[in-house]
Every structure is written in C-alpha cells, then in structure tokens.
C-alpha cells in the first residue's frame, strides 16, 4: 500500500512537470512566426525506397516549394526500385524545377538511408549553401524549406528540425500516432533538441566544420549522429513549429508495433541514458496506473474506500490536459487536418495509458536484441558506431 502511494505521487509530480512542459510547447506554437528574410542555394535531399501510400503527395509538395532557388536530388540504391520510375514520371511534370535521382548502390559499413545521403551530398559543390533532408512518406506544406532554414541565420544553431505527425486512418496507425505524439511533444524551445532525419537542415560549411560525414561513417541513424555532431561542438539543433509535417497513411498492427520498437531499439544503441530513463518511467507508469486502476476499482466497489482509484484518476487526468494542449499546438501548424475524425480526436486523450502497454512492449523486446528491419533490410547495431547489414525481408 505506501509504495503505492510513494509511486502515485512520484507520477503526479511527474505529470504535473510535463504538463508545464505541454504549456511551454503550446506558447512556443503560438508565438513563432513565419520568416524569409534568409533565403541561400538549397539542396533537398530525398532517400526513397519502395512506393509510400502517399507518394504523389509527397512528390507533388517537393516540386512546390516556396523557394527561389533549391533543387531535388533523389536518391535511391538502385534503378530497379519502384520509386524510381515514379520520381522520373514527376520530374517530367515538373521541367523548371532542377532535380536528378541518383542510383546509389548497396550500403556497405553503414545503413542504406545515410548511404545515399552520402552519395547525394558528393555529387553537391559549393553553390549549394544549405542540405535540406526529406523522408518520402509525409507531405510539406509550401512554407517548409523557407522556414526550415531561415533560424540558419545563427550563427548558434547548428541545425534546424521539424517532425512528423501521424494522421491516422485505422486504430494501428491511430496508436502511433499517439505513440509518436508523446516524443514530438519533448521538442520545443530550447537547446536539447534533436535532430529528426525526415525534416531537418543544416548549412553545407557547417556541416563540414563539425564533421558531418565522419559521424556518418559506420551509423544507421542519419539524425542521431547528426545531433551528435551539433552538440560535440557546443551548436544546438533549432526546432522549428512549421517544419513539423503530416505523414499519411495506415498501417497493420504488426507494422505498428516494428516501427515503436525499431525506434526503442535505436534510442537503446544510440542514447542509452535516455533508453534507461525510458525504462525505469514507463515500468513505473505502468505498474502504478494498471495496479492503481484495477485495485482502486475493487477497493471501491467493494470497500467503499476511493483513495486508490482517486490517485489513479488524477495521473490519469494530468494525461488528459496534457494531450489536450499538444493537440491544440498541433492545429496551429496543421490546420488542414484539425477536422480529423472526431473519434480519431477524441482518442488520442482516451488511450494514453494503452500506448504505454506499447512503450512496455517496445522497451521489453529492445532488451532482448539490437536487430532492426528498416525498409525491409535487416541490420544488426553492434554499436553507435557499427553496424551490420544482414539481409532483406522479402
């Protein structure tokens, strides 16, 4: 009964620290604005693989971009993929915006995603003064390279980042959504930021001044190592409100639960204090919360006493308001998709805690093996420095 207790108020204080947190995330949506006044030579670079479900969407916002002067280079690891024929169909559709696919070939000492960003940045002179990075399954709005690099500007910031927001269609993609919510939510303004592979910039002298490439070598996360890079020499990534962008599209249960734990998996190689805090806050939610609920529930119905269920309710609550106020950011920047179903909407304050069980989940298989399947290509992460690749699904 008192650890109980003890654990209940740990996780109210806790709750009530993140809820402050939810408030600062808010005020930052609602005080950030829309700025152009740095506009240098930029190049996306997009590393595609397979057809994403919404790909015409992606590639259609790529080629209209607010922005003067940038180019497109795809990049994929070899010609037979299906994304290729696809990028050349709107490349064609597209004649005055400067864009080319490269063919890559197979990663070696690294994973397949940093290999071709590699292979793109080599092929880049000098005239391109920003590298702006894009994964293939979400959708920009027009503003985003314009916003994404004009916080550049500082001398200060090392990279700038957005992230994603998954809109959901079925309840395997409305859990990750949910899943995904709670990581964007630890982004805001400050200087502990990370770097987010899908929507991220960074100008080409600084990215050869802090040894960009070097980090690069032998990884599988193209932002982690980035961010590592950033920190090493005392720069910090700027995350940026209008670069976070929709991802669309449903997925399968299993597909859901690959994704958490790929990330979970990743964090435990590459952040490990992070993982490790991961796993003491989330064995301590889950076994307060679920104990604390159904226990609550029994000693109420049948005992009459309500102090149990009270605590577990008012964690439960703090969730709540803080799902609420993550929700209204996100209308801020993607008003487009506030009309969401109502039930989608509702969810996301409704399921918190069962997208905890996933974090368990997730946390409970990461401790058991460093093998991930990223684009349906098997690696091994020995190290944050090393990897191998190990196969392919087919």
Request: hydrophobic letters at 45%; a positive charge; charged letters at 15%.
């Amino acid at each position: 009964m008192l650890i109980f207790y003890i654990f209940a108020t740990i996780l109210i204080i806790q709750s009530l620290i993140s809820l402050l947190q939810g408030f600062q995330y808010l005020r930052y949506f609602q005080n950030i604005s829309v700025s152009s006044d740095f506009t240098p030579s930029a190049a996306i670079i997009a590393p595609c693989k397979g057809i994403d479900q919404s790909m015409n969407k992606f590639l259609d916002s790529l080629f209209s971009q607010n922005y003067s002067n940038y180019q497109i280079v795809f990049v994929v690891e070899d010609q037979a993929d299906p994304a290729f024929k696809e990028i050349v169909s709107w490349q064609e559709k597209f004649p005055k915006i400067k864009s080319r696919c490269l063919i890559a070939g197979k990663s070696q000492n690294c994973g397949q995603k940093v290999h071709n960003l590699q292979v793109a940045i080599s092929t880049l002179g000098k005239e391109v003064e920003v590298f702006a990075f894009v994964d293939s399954d979400i959708c920009l709005p027009s503003h985003w390279l314009k916003c994404l690099i004009n916080p550049l500007k500082d001398k200060e910031v090392g990279a700038t980042t957005g992230y994603r927001w998954f809109i959901p269609s079925n309840f395997a993609s409305l859990l990750r959504s949910i899943w995904n919510a709670s990581i964007a939510t630890s982004l805001g303004d400050h200087r502990n930021n990370f770097a987010w592979g899908g929507s991220m910039a960074i100008l080409q002298k600084t990215f050869e001044a802090i040894g960009v490439e070097n980090y690069w070598k032998t990884t599988i996360s193209d932002d982690y190592a980035l961010t590592k890079a950033v920190k090493d020499a005392k720069l910090y990534v700027k995350f940026v409100p209008f670069c976070l962008v929709p991802s669309l599209g449903d997925c399968r249960f299993s597909e859901m639960l690959e994704f958490t734990t790929r990330q979970i998996i990743i964090t435990k190689v590459y952040s490990p204090n992070l993982w490790k805090l991961l796993l003491f806050s989330n064995t301590i939610f889950n076994l307060t919360f679920f104990v604390g609920l159904f226990w609550g529930l029994y000693l109420y119905l049948v005992y009459f006493k309500y102090s149990v269920l009270l605590l577990t309710v008012i964690i439960y609550l703090l969730g709540v308001w803080k799902s609420h106020l993550r929700i209204k950011a996100i209308k801020l920047v993607l008003p487009e998709y506030q009309n969401v179903k109502l039930l989608y909407h509702i969810s996301y304050y409704l399921f918190s805690p069962l997208v905890a069980l996933v974090f368990g989940y997730n946390l409970l298989i990461s401790l058991t093996t460093n093998q991930i399947t990223w684009r349906g290509i098997k690696y091994q992460l020995q190290s944050d420095k090393s990897c191998i690749r190990i196969g392919t699904n087919n």
